[in-house]
């Protein structure tokens, strides 16, 4: 079965151009999440979906940042503009709530480096 | 709000045990889980314990959950070079029955130093 899927894998960009971050999450789950990850502040939640719809957005740093999950098999993670702290790897993860032990399913992050 | 605390390094010789130690703060936490991310990669979990659970073994790994000081630790017998990872402590964030399916709280990771 595939995981996650996350795209693209490495993104070099220069400060205040716009980034588009994947995901395709595992088919049946029924969470996403959208987490990212420093040196300094480890991994960060910055915002989930339940069946499309977002949950709780208080992850999310500022503005700038927007997520988006149109259908059950896509979600994206949009910073603009971005700027040289917005530099992370960026994960997502999918749950499956039926499950019952609410573990997440992460893709192999996104390194996002802006210059 | 919920915090979780490790330490960030971890230093054992090769065939050695390694304890790797979390705290935890919130009491409500249905399950308690140990992730393993390698260079390069994504988070994998490697084992998680229910709350009303003081030990889990699974072959090489062991989990204790001590829920009056809030704290999990994870034993990892006859260590390798292969277990030379970051292992992220995480709580459950939802207050759901069955698990927290809202997203997990993590610590900032044990880098596991395997010496030779």
């Known amino acids: 079965d595939a995981g996650v899927i996350q795209s693209p894998r490495h993104e070099v960009t220069e400060m205040g151009q716009e980034v588009t971050l994947r995901c395709k999450p595992i088919?049946?789950?029924?969470?996403l999440f959208w987490y990212r990850q420093t040196m300094m502040r480890g991994l960060e939640l910055l915002i989930y979906?339940?069946?499309?719809?977002?949950?709780?957005d208080s992850g999310m740093p500022e503005d700038r940042f927007s997520a988006k999950m149109p259908n059950a098999s896509f979600s994206t993670l949009k910073i603009q503009p971005s700027e040289p702290r917005d530099s992370a790897v960026y994960f997502c993860?999918?749950?499956?709530?039926?499950?019952?032990?609410?573990?997440?399913?992460f893709g192999e992050g996104s390194r996002l480096t802006v210059l | 709000g919920e915090d979780v605390e490790q330490s960030l390094f971890l230093s054992v010789r090769e065939g050695d045990s390694s304890v790797i130690n979390c705290t935890y703060t919130?009491?409500?936490?249905?399950?308690l889980y140990w992730y393993k991310q390698e260079p390069g990669a994504g988070l994998q979990l490697l084992t998680y314990?229910?709350?009303?659970?003081d030990m889990k073994q699974d072959q090489r790994l062991t989990v204790l959950l001590n829920k009056k000081d809030k704290h999990l630790s994870l034993r990892i017998a006859d260590t390798q070079t292969g277990d030379s990872a970051i292992y992220f402590c995480?709580?459950?964030?939802?207050?759901?029955?069955?698990?927290?399916?809202?997203?997990?709280?993590f610590g900032k990771g044990t880098h596991l130093i395997i010496q030779p």
């Open positions: 995480a709580e459950s964030m939802g207050v759901m029955s069955g698990g927290g399916a809202d997203g997990l709280t």
């Open positions: 993860a999918s749950s499956f709530r039926g499950r019952g032990t609410g573990e997440l399913f």
């Open positions: 314990i229910f709350s009303n659970m």
């Open positions: 979906f339940n069946n499309n719809v977002p949950i709780d």
């Open positions: 088919s049946g789950h029924d969470y």
């Open positions: 919130d009491s409500s936490s249905t399950y």
